[in-house]
């Protein structure tokens, strides 16, 4: 299967590399109302790859039907170039709610997932042992996990999804309610795999850290492909490239108005309004001396507050 079939990735970076995980042309429903049409994206080995979306957009859904907890109506999964059936023993999946068992010690959970993982249990356990070490949580193996932080469970989950050494693990949300701290001691955590060749895929809403940490993204919207590609693509094409935020000294709801009609005649959005402030997005940066005169001839006194290039969550808001 070539690339070209996604119609992505044609650059040389991708040649060669092998492919942990193609979606093609996945579709779904639930009672008759899509929510996933037809999704086709590739990931490599050895990278980080998130899916990113509003809430409902379809991120949860889309994951589990990778790892089968979702039948599709339409199109295929491949793992490692195979029907997922094949290849379930080198994925690790680990979903928002916890998966250890309360009524069992760290320990006895690692013993038990490892059975249930088909990993073999000296091995397992060793594993287990490393990686409670690196997520500092050894002091707590023979505790239950009651007495686990949200964010030591998350972490626990997560060490448990890992202990057979998938070489892709799947993760929804795995920094969701974490601190600073801990969402760094994560994506390390991931990074270490990824340069050992893992491939891992992760919902987040965490967007500047996504950028930050993985090497492509998929951003869905309303369940379809809204982007597919590398941060630096997807923000090169983005239609608003500039915000515009100023502070007026006095806006009256006429004058508001007023302005709204102003920007639907031109390349500019208002994408933020609060008391006496607005963020425009604009197509082009000669938009804001347009902006600048329509409030001159109007007599309306303001403060520039900021121009800048758009964040990644600034890019979703003004374009999801
Ligand atoms: N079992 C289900 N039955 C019917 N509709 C569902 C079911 N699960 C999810 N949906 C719907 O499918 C859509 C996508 O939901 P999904 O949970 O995949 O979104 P999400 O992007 O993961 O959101 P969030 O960021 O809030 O986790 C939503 O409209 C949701 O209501
Ligand atoms: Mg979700």
Known sequence: MSDSVFGIFT??????????????????????????????????????????GLSGSGKSSLIKVI???????????????????????????????????PNLTLMENIELFSSITGAKKKSAIKIGMDF??????????????????????????????????????????PFAGLDYYNRRLLWDFFTDLKNRGVSIVLTTH???EAQDYSSRVFILKN????????????????????????????????????????????????IYSYKRE?????????????IDEFLKKNGQSYDELALAEPTLDEFMLVSV
């Open 67 to 101: 790892i089968g907890l979702c039948p599709k109506t339409s199109g295929k999964i491949f793992l490692f170039g195979r029907h997922p059936f094949f290849s379930k023993k080198m994925v690790g999946y680990c979903h928002q709610e916890d998966s250890f068992l």
């Open 223 to 270: 369940g379809k492909k809204f982007a597919y590609g590398t941060f630096s693509d997807i923000l090169g094409k983005a239609r608003f490239n500039h915000l515009y935020h100023i502070r007026f000294n006095h806006l009256s709801k006429s004058f508001f108005e007023k302005m709204k009609s102003f920007c639907d005649f031109k390349k500019i959005r208002i």
């Open 132 to 173: 409670l070490k690196k997520f500092r949580l050894e002091k707590h193996k023979d505790d239950y996990p009651f007495i686990l932080s949200g964010g030591q469970r998350r972490r626990l989950n997560i060490v448990l999804s890992c202990l057979h050494s998938p070489k892709l693990l799947i993760l929804d949300e």
């Open 206 to 208: 965490l967007l500047n």
């Open 11 to 52: 650059g040389g970076k991708s040649i060669g590399r092998n492919k942990a995980l193609v979606a093609k042309n996945v579709s779904n429903s639930y009672n008759k109302k899509k929510f996933l049409e037809n999704i086709n994206f590739v990931v490599y080995q050895g990278e980080i790859f998130s899916i990113i």
């Open 278 to 290: 607005i963020q425009f997005a604009l197509e082009n940066l000669s938009e804001k001396s347009r």
